[in-house]
């Protein structure tokens, strides 16, 4: 049952890869990279369960953290074209800094 | 001080519940990661209120497990909307206003609506929330009344909330 | 009375290896429904809910499952990190994407879709 569920998550991997590869926008695809992010986590975690080695929920929680930490990564790059930019919201301007771009 | 405590217990938790090997050499690796990540805490600043908000947590606690029931109800309306037939779906934008005084209210409210099936913070403003809906009906500013309430009461200050 | 409750026991300890397999299995569909709803809805916007379905009903079911087939007490406090993580991430994560969308001025389409969808084709 546990490798019908494996299966099952890898079929929607495989759909939202459709997504990712006609997704209109930017945004969609970043979308569907991260919901596959969050899907790869449960793969691993039942991946360890199927072959009977449960120590694959290290990776697995590790993978947590930096597939949120690549989301971030990514959307700051595409709003300012760099990673040298200080993610610190102004006061004077309010909501919405970095409209337009640099 | 209490803080430091705080962030000490809660990684040497996270160290044992993680680790499953008690041997002497293993433990004193364990106490020498848990000392090196004090120190780097301590040189980025980041031990205080925000860092480590133990204070709140037994009222956290009581906050999470309704926000779950509320999860699954909503879960329940978005994946009937995905496996209909037809596609009769209303989204809508809607502006709404919290009660929430400090930033970890706002922060923690912001972050239930987005973490809602059917609901998506799009801006936060001040205390304006512009909100995403699937539907009209659960984009309306009186069904969050209740979850902002509770989130308020979960994080403000006891003399911040009336 | 101790009978009862050892027979309980033992019970549970054959129980939890089909209850955990059938919520795992719970879990797989939901996934498989948020990306038939993320490939579905008509913008950027509605694909996010329906990403959200996998983020907490999908993770939800699975890690429940997880939890009941565990081996031992380690495997349970490692999943309670991933469940911890996941629940504190996904939404801030969901919540930068549609912020930076809004900002660089990606409109949502708003009111009745499925009326609109029904006019094209008639």
């Known amino acids: 049952m546990t490798a019908a569920a494996l299966i099952a998550v890898l079929i929607g991997m495989v ?51 930096i597939n949120f930490v690549t989301t971030i990564a990514i959307l700051k790059f595409f709003r300012y074209r760099s990673f040298q930019v200080p993610l610190i919201r102004r006061p004077d301007t309010g909501a919405g800094t970095g409209k337009g771009g640099e | 001080m209490a803080y430091f405590l705080g962030l000490l217990a809660a990684l040497v938790a996270f160290w044992l519940g993680n680790s499953g090997e008690y041997k002497p050499l293993m433990l004193g690796f364990g106490g020498a990661s848990v000392l090196l990540t004090m120190i780097l805490a301590y040189r980025l600043d980041i031990i205080d ?20 029931v509320e999860v699954a109800k909503s879960n329940w309306v978005v994946i009937r909307a995905c496996l209909r037939a037809d596609l009769d779906i209303t989204p809508t934008l809607a502006k709404i206003k919290t009660i929430g005084k400090t930033d970890l209210a706002r922060v923690t409210f ?37 979850m902002d309430k509770r989130c308020a009461a979960a994080c403000d200050p006891k003399e911040g909330h009336t | ?46 694909r996010m809910h329906a990403a959200s379905i996998t983020e907490t009903a999908g993770t939800g079911f699975l890690l429940i499952g ?57």
């Not at chain 1, 790869?40 to 360890?48: K, P, R």
């Not at chain 2, 209120?49 to 779950?68: C, N, S």
């Not at chain 2, 809602?116 to 309306?140: A, F, M, Q, R």
């Not at chain 3, 009375?1 to 129980?15: H, I, K, P, T, Y």
Request: glycine share 10%.
């Open chain 1, 15 to 65: 759909l939202l890869l459709v997504r990712v590869l006609m997704g209109p926008t930017l945004y969609d695809r970043i979308l569907a990279v991260n919901v596959i992010g969050t899907k790869t986590v449960l793969v691993i975690g039942l991946l360890g369960y199927v072959m009977g080695r449960p120590d694959f929920l290290d990776i697995a929680m590790i993978y947590t953290l």
């Open chain 2, 49 to 68: 209120r925000e860092g480590a908000p133990y204070v709140r947590l037994p009222q956290l606690m009581k906050y999470y497990p309704w926000l779950a």
């Open chain 2, 110 to 146: 912001g972050n239930s609506i987005t973490m809602t099936p059917g609901t998506v913070t799009v801006e936060i403003d001040g205390d304006k929330l512009l909100v995403h809906g699937l539907y009209e009906s659960n984009t309306e500013p009186e069904g969050f009344l209740e």
């Open chain 3, 1 to 46: 009375m101790g009978d009862f409750l050892s027979m309980l026991g033992d019970f549970w300890e054959v129980a939890r290896f089909p209850l955990g397999g059938l919520a795992c299995l719970a879990g797989g569909l939901l996934c498989i429904v948020s990306a038939i709803g993320v490939l579905r809805f008509p913008d950027f916007y509605t």
């Open chain 3, 66 to 122: 997880m939890a009941l087939m565990a081996p031992n007490w380690l495997v349970l406090v490692k999943l309670l990190c991933i469940f911890i993580f996941l629940f504190l991430t996904n939404p801030t994560s969901s919540h930068a994407l549609v912020n930076a969308a809004h900002v660089a001025g990606l409109q949502p389409r708003i009111g009745p879709v499925g009326a609109a969808n029904r006019e094209d084709e008639a």
